[in-house]
């Protein structure tokens, strides 16, 4: 299943002769799979794409062999620059990870 229009980065989907799509965690230009707000707007916008072309089933991987992730991008913390910044980029992750359950 190749769609052009997600344009990803940091993900990897793709789908087999049986109708199970695998979504592949990739980050780009990184040791390790971390948590960014570009990560997790990536996979809402895959999680939506599955939405409207339901998978017979979802396997979701890392393609880094370090492991899946080493949780959130630290980095982004620097730039953030209130509390109520803070609490956005966790609801938005906490939406995300909901419309994935």
Excluded at 56 to 71: H, N, T, W
Excluded at 77 to 82: A, G, V
Aim: hydrophobic share 45%.
């Amino acid at each position: 299943m190749y769609m052009p229009e997600l344009e990803l980065k940091h993900w990897k989907l793709d789908s087999d002769a049986q109708q199970i799509t695998w979504l592949v965690f990739d980050k780009a230009d990184a040791r390790f799979n971390v948590l960014s707000v570009e990560v997790l707007s990536e996979l809402n916008r895959v999680l939506e794409h599955l939405k409207q072309n339901r998978p017979r089933a979802l396997v979701i991987k890392s393609a880094k062999p370090a492991g899946f992730c080493a949780g959130a991008d630290v980095e982004e913390f620097r730039h953030l620059r209130n509390r109520e910044q803070a609490l956005e980029y966790i609801n938005m992750a906490q939406q995300v990870f909901d419309r994935l359950e």
